[in-house]
Every structure is written in structure tokens, then in C-alpha cells.
């Protein structure tokens, strides 16, 4: 598989209420500079919470 360039790079994200990592996303480093905070649907609890970035994936 072809290795891509660019600015976009793979993060995941932590739920801020039970700390589960239960999303990987994309973001472009260069026009999203600040860290993501997305409403996004947890399993464990079964509702919305708030999810944030947390680690840079390889």
C-alpha cells in the first residue's frame, strides 16, 4: 500500500467520562493546530459524550 503525504495525521480519541479509547480519526496538523474535542456516541455508557485527542498514532 502506497504511503500518502500531506499534513494528515492519525489521532485517537478518549472519552472524557470513562477514559475508553474507542475512536481513531484524521486531522490535517496544519489548519486544526488545537487539540479535537468531538460529542461522539460511547458504547459503555450508551449516550453522547464528550471525546478528546489524545495521542498521535503512527
Same mark, same amino acid.
Given at each position: !500500500?502506497?504511503?500518502?503525504?500531506?499534513?494528515?495525521?492519525?489521532?485517537?480519541?478518549?472519552?472524557?467520562?470513562?477514559? !475508553? &479509547?474507542?475512536?481513531?480519526? %484524521?486531522?490535517? +496538523?496544519?489548519?486544526?493546530?488545537?487539540?479535537? %474535542?468531538? !460529542?461522539?456516541?460511547?458504547?459503555?455508557? &450508551? +449516550?453522547?459524550?464528550?471525546?478528546?485527542?489524545? %495521542? +498521535?498514532? +503512527?
Amino acid at each position: !500500500m502506497a504511503k500518502k503525504k500531506g499534513n494528515r495525521i492519525l489521532i485517537a480519541l478518549e472519552c472524557t467520562e470513562t477514559g !475508553m &479509547r474507542t475512536y481513531v480519526t %484524521q486531522k490535517n +496538523k496544519v489548519n486544526t493546530a488545537e487539540k479535537l %474535542q468531538i !460529542m461522539k456516541f460511547n458504547p459503555k455508557l &450508551r +449516550k453522547h459524550t464528550l471525546h478528546k485527542e489524545v %495521542q +498521535k498514532l +503512527k
